[in-house]
């Protein structure tokens, strides 16, 4: 892996500006998204690194203010402000903003960004609509709608052409299995804040209630509804493996981590079982680090 210093001269980023504002946005993504951001480091190529970096933190700060506590209307305001000083930065092409000067770059240096930008701004909107899924359809609208956009931000950076049918179709299957994971492993999570990401009639076919999981009971019908969530997470990880033979060849180490990391995530949560009702699943680190280097070294 090299230096910090060597990968931003890989990106040509040479203003002392630019690559502050890029060293910054490194060290927020290492501190919410460590095996991520180790997995970016070792085993993309350096050119790329900090635009990858640049888009992740752009979706994540996003994403907080979508999240952020507070009435639905205050929200939306907050995040309409966002959503139009991105849009002013980029038709001016320049801006003060810490998050969004980087982006920019990032944005010179690989154009087809802008519409995944937009696509993801109109998006948001879903998301802060969202009140809950009646059923499976409904699920599957807001991974369309809103979790594909968002994973095309990085996604995009990837490959010529993020627009080829083949590889979008990849990306939809990875982020669905990876969406309906996070819902189930950050379950604990998401009920302290109020929200409850299960289809309703998905509750309804296993015999649970909200009040059963919110009091963290372990039964029989609660352990089969989490076994079915995991499960049908990890099918759609697997049919995602497609998307790998879509990566120029330095990117496959990558792709290949991203997907495992997430299978390594559904087999802790599976292992966890009923106690994703007090808290959440995470990789193991040991089996998380194996895999890392083990696609560095095929990398090298």
Known sequence: MNSWKATLDAAGIDSPELRADFTRLRRVVSRYRRHQYLAVRLLLPGPIVPHVIAATVFMHHTDTILDREGPVEERAAAYERWAELVREALTARQSDHPVLRPLLHTHG????????????LDAGRVDLEFTGFAGEED???????????????????????????????????????????????????DLRAGRLNIPVRTLERHGVTRADLESHRDSPEVRSLLDE??????????????????????????????IAMEE??????????AR???SSARASVPAALRLLAREYRRRS
């Open 229 to 258: 969530l995991i499960r049908q997470a990890r099918a759609s990880l697997v049919e995602s493996r497609t998307l790998v033979t879509h990566l120029p060849e330095a990117h496959r180490p990558m792709g290949r981590a991203l």
């Open 139 to 189: 699920y599957q609208h807001y991974v369309d709608a809103y979790s594909l956009p968002a994973f095309l931000l990085v996604a995009g950076l990837l490959v010529p052409d993020p627009d080829d049918v083949g590889y979008r179709g990849a990306c939809r299957r990875f982020i669905d299995g990876s969406q309906r994971l996070d819902f189930a492993t950050d379950l604990a999570e």
């Open 276 to 278: 994703l009702l007090s």
């Open 264 to 273: 390594l995530t559904a087999d802790a949560a599976r292992r966890k079982g």
């Open 109 to 120: 240096a690989y154009p087809r960004l802008e519409h995944h930008i937009k696509e993801f």
